[in-house]
């Protein structure tokens, strides 16, 4: 679990990675590029931002949001069994 940074009388500003705060829900503004993100019309496919722009939080907001119409690929799950069965690397 993130550890979370309190300032004095309980108050609470998070966890260090969004996606993974229990505030997230709660605290998610939905800017301009997350309405973008969401909207089946915009023809944007590519979603870039430096470390700590929000970029996993709002794919983890995307995804509570739209359970069935999101497939989240972790790429190191599939890029280390794709590179030991290539037969170069063989």
Do not use: W
Not at 61 to 77: A, F, G, T, Y
Request: glycine share 8%; aromatic share 8%; with cysteine.
């Amino acid at each position: 679990m993130a550890k979370k940074a309190r300032l004095g009388f309980g108050f609470n500003i998070g966890g260090d990675q969004a996606e993974a705060d229990p505030l997230l829900e709660e605290s998610f503004y939905a800017s301009s590029q997350y309405e973008a993100m969401s909207s089946r019309e915009d023809t944007r496919c590519f979603v870039v931002g430096r470390t700590g722009s929000g970029k996993s939080a709002a794919f983890k907001m995307l995804s509570d949001e739209h359970p069935s119409k999101v497939i989240r690929i972790v790429p190191e799950d599939l890029s280390l069994p794709y590179i030991t069965n290539l037969d170069v690397v063989q």
